[in-house]
């Protein structure tokens, strides 16, 4: 044997011996994927939780030929969703017909043709026609004294942006000259553009 094959042979059997001394620290994994882990210190306690192992995935650990005593699972904090608007414009960075998601914190001002938002990281001043979906409706204040409250209206129908949506038994909350701001099927519907409505 060369002294490079021989050398070689020992670096592979080194290689070798060093995997099967340190098999016990190995993470472990579940059938899902799960990974089993001795814990770890973190100085980050905030970023990551450890529960213990349930007994069956012990049981999952001991099959794989590891010893599951102090053996951990780590799991992430859940993130609150920021909720989401989907609003879609006439024209956006030199599309045509665009729709894009934006959080509902990131609109800023709502005007007939005039929208100011922040998207991905940067503020817009749009003019021009726009619609926003809201997945939920958002809390509008009542009338005061019976008098500026909302209507109802049997069909809106709004056609703005590429946007072709109706709705039945809507509860219209503003209408004025080419602005429409809508409740329907548990959404809310703004609409800076072409709209009908019937009652």
Known sequence: ?????KFSFLLLCLAIVAVGCDENKSPATSSNGTA????QPSSDAAAAQTRPLTAEESAEVKSQGLNPEGMVVQTQPQQPQEPMA???LDQFMGSANTSIPVKIADLIS?????????FGGQSYDYSGHYAILFPQARKHSGSILGFGGPTKAKYVFIHSSGLDMPMQDATVWESKGGFIDVEAMGHEFICSGSFEMQN
């Not at 044997?1 to 094959?5: A, E, L, V």
């Open 110 to 118: 709502i005007k007939t043709d005039q929208l100011k938002f922040r």
């Open 36 to 39: 089993y882990q001795q814990p």
């Open 86 to 88: 989907l609003v879609y």
């Open 1 to 5: 044997m060369k002294t490079t094959d």
